[in-house]
């Protein structure tokens, strides 16, 4: 006679996970968004865009952008066998333009030794430009339906809440791992896909930093947190921040024939690198904006520019840096050549470079003051 195996004992931890994930797809089947990448037939691709693109960037900012992406390269081939100015311009806006930059190594990557198809191996994956645990955990579960653990804010705030998670998870590397094991343990057998995208769906729309929605949220009974009260407490992220202001000048130098100098920025710039701007430098403590507005002249094309006025400023937020953006405008005789990383353009010419988006408003204000200066005579 056969011997049947005892099934594991339910163990209140179980009964937990159980109830956890049968809760949350239930809830997702009914509550999920509408999104592009979540109609679109661009399987793994799609799933990959969207998360790099989602990175400190909001659901609501992202679609349009993810929705012309898909319509200029649908498909990962596409993208590798574009011209890399391409893939920055149609990313401009949307900030840290690094993502842009792996983007497009990794789809030449996959296209040369995968086949053009993203790998389904979690080693093979990571290896890959711009493509960490976060994003590999996305792509394998949601794309693939493998059982690997995803971490975004959304996540950390769900499991930290349900599971009363003690700790900084950005400062503590104890913390990141139990919310990590965590993550892995809760996800239902077979719905790894479903349940990573509810539990990002139900931080979002129901488990929010602030005034989080207990009342209509699957998993309140189950909650921790909810159960004794305390949900704002986690995660216990330390809220403060610390902000450093700066101020860079720019410098629209324009020759007699009436072209503006733009220069490129170095390809491994962290911020902003291949893209192009009017010459700019940081300010020094010693420095008046106008003599920066020259050194930035000098240092872009070994320029000396014997005047130059401010026609706008403005400010934007990169990180924990508050910048203020000031624009100048000198005119220098004859035509110098332009350095290596630089070109004269027409400024009707500009919208088909790419550009940061504190400098395509720095451009706007510069075209109309120039217009603003020829109605003055």
């Known amino acids: 006679m056969a011997v049947v195996p005892l099934a594991p004992p339910i163990t209140p931890e179980l009964a937990k996970k159980i109830a956890l994930g049968e809760r949350l797809l239930s809830w997702y089947q009914s509550h999920k968004r509408d999104l592009p990448w979540r109609r679109t037939l661009a399987g793994s691709y799609g799933v990959w865009i969207s998360e790099i693109m989602l990175q ?11 929705e012309r992406w898909m319509e200029r390269f649908p498909t990962l081939s596409s993208l590798a066998e574009a011209p890399v100015d391409d893939v920055l311009r149609l990313w401009a806006g949307l900030g840290y333009y690094a993502r842009a930059r ?5 789809a030449q990557i996959v296209t040369e030794r995968h086949g053009g198809v993203l790998p389904e191996g979690p080693k093979e994956i990571l290896a890959l430009p711009g493509i960490g645990r976060y994003t590999a ?24 809440r349900v599971y009363e998670v003690t700790g900084d998870p950005k400062k503590s590397a ?10 892995r343990a809760v996800i239902p057998e077979g719905h790894a896909s479903d349940f990573n995208q509810a539990m990002m769906e139900l ?12 009342a209509n ?6 909650c921790a947190a909810n159960l ?24 629209a130098l324009q020759n007699h024939r009436g072209d503006f100098l733009v220069v490129q920025r170095p390809a491994d710039d962290p911020l902003w690198g291949g893209l192009w701007e009017l010459p700019r430098a940081r300010r020094r403590p010693d420095e008046t904006l106008e003599q920066c507005a020259a050194r930035a002249a000098f240092e872009a094309a070994a320029l000396t520019i014997p005047k130059a006025e401010l026609f706008g400023n403005l400010k934007h937020v990169v990180g924990n840096r508050r910048i203020t953006l000031h624009g100048y405008h000198a005119q220098i005789a004859g035509a110098k050549p332009a350095s290596g990383s630089g070109e004269w353009k027409k400024l009707e010419d500009f919208s ?24 003055d005579f």
């Open 56 to 66: 400190q960037t909001t659901v609501a900012a992202v679609i349009p952008f993810y």
């Open 102 to 106: 792996n983007l497009h190594r990794t």
């Open 137 to 160: 955990g996305a792509i394998l579960s949601i794309a693939y339906n493998r059982e690997e653990p995803i971490l975004d804010t959304n996540v950390i705030r769900v499991l930290s």
């Open 217 to 222: 949220c699957p998993l309140s009974a189950l």
């Open 228 to 251: 004794t009260g305390d949900q704002e407490r986690y995660p216990e992220i330390d809220k403060t921040r610390k902000w450093k202001d700066d101020e860079d000048v720019s410098i």
């Open 352 to 375: 088909g470079i790419a550009m940061a988006t504190p400098q395509v408003r720095l451009v706007t204000k510069l075209k109309l003051s120039l217009v603003q200066g020829s109605l």
């Open 174 to 183: 104890h913390t990141q791992s139990v919310l990590w094991d965590l993550a």
């Open 203 to 214: 931080g979002a729309l129901v488990c929010t930093p602030v005034a989080p929605k207990c």
